[in-house]
């Protein structure tokens, strides 16, 4: 099973890391992270940089395609070659998913057209925009589109597809391999759980970026 | 506040990539991967690299140094040249952390003697063995060191530090920012509570691997 990981410049690292921690322990899986062209690409912080083992035409019909999120999704929403890629690869996968502001990208590729899917809080409503059914969940299946709210929720899709494509034992493996047992010290994830002035700063921080209009 | 994320030859990515996303979103913080040398680093599946942007000894004097685990963490357990810049780093940290196995490189170097500490849940007898008082708990504090269990758990440790460092309102921030709000599919992330064949095929698993012994 060929799994594609797509990095560009800015996107969220966790966004790409998380699937790929679980997606990778599958039996089978043969994970490549793919990019316009072989190398390191920079993260968002410009303080990491991954490798792409790949340039995106050399994995030309993956069975799975994960798209993370992150500022530089925006600069790519008309970048026309990694959107035909998708496009191409789409028609190849048996599953299609993003993490974050991924769907976005997915949405301008035109493969959630009336779908629904999710993506960061901040950005619910630009994914409407661009033709799909927000919808806020942590992870939303549409037909073989799996589309994660933001960054974090990357783990929550792979262990879910992993269940759906290696069986429960397996996912349950991967989970406990990585001792997914979440304890975080606050109770603060969502913006329906965290403080309201928090929310509303970082609303309004996304509000002045626009029209860049990102997640962090 | 300088921080320094160490990678070696086949750590576990998510152990780093956790807690970089929490700790590089700090005000004032510099976040730099440091490794033997500059340049990509294999993570434990060989299906991805991280850049190191620095040698150890370019960060010679860092505030916080975060260790992560993997497989690679056996053969690192004599690496003079590592746990050297550890005891050096360490004499000029506020916080030296760890994640997963990284706990073990940190008793390793001699940080951890008579200090409650933890682990990746598979390796905790190994823990106690290098001289810490081994705790099952996701994160353990004492003093200025501060260890996760395995993994995943580095996020939660970084968000609890992050909350100490820089305040519960820049924590949350972070959370909400990271929509760490999770929803694993299944409550198998601890041995106590993963169903028990799979808690003992992995134990099988870890044990025939001695004398690498580590966590997948």
Do not use: N
């Not at 299609?96 to 301008?108: E, I, K, Y």
């Not at 919808?135 to 899709?157: C, F, L, N, P, Q």
């Not at 994830?189 to 962090?216: C, D, F, I, W």
């Amino acid at each position: 099973m060929q799994i594609a990981v797509v990095l560009y410049d800015r996107f969220t690292a966790l966004d790409a890391v998380g699937p790929y921690e679980v997606l990778s322990r599958m039996p089978g899986a043969e994970l490549t992270f793919v990019a316009a062209q072989a190398g390191p690409v920079r993260a968002d912080t410009d303080r990491l940089a991954l490798t792409a083992d790949a340039a995106f035409e050399e994995l030309a019909a993956p069975d799975v395609v994960v798209v993370p999120g992150g500022p530089g999704q925006m600069e790519r929403m008309d970048d026309e070659r990694l959107l035909s890629w998708l496009r191409a690869a789409d028609a190849a996968t048996t599953w299609t998913t993003s993490v974050c502001t991924g769907s976005l990208l997915l949405a301008a590729a035109g493969l959630l057209d009336g779908r629904r899917a999710t993506t960061h809080w901040l950005l619910m409503d630009e994914l409407e925009r661009h033709g799909a059914t927000a919808a806020s969940e942590r992870v939303v299946t549409d037909g073989k589109y799996v589309t994660a709210a933001g960054v974090s929720a990357g783990i929550d899709m792979a262990l879910t597809l992993a269940a759906t494509v290696a069986g429960d034992d397996l996912a349950q493996t991967a989970q406990l391999l990585l001792e997914y047992d979440p304890q975080p010290p606050f109770d603060a994830g969502s913006p329906v759980k965290a403080p309201a002035q928090l929310v509303t700063a970082l609303r309004e921080v996304s509000r002045a970026a626009q029209p860049q209009g990102h997640a962090p």
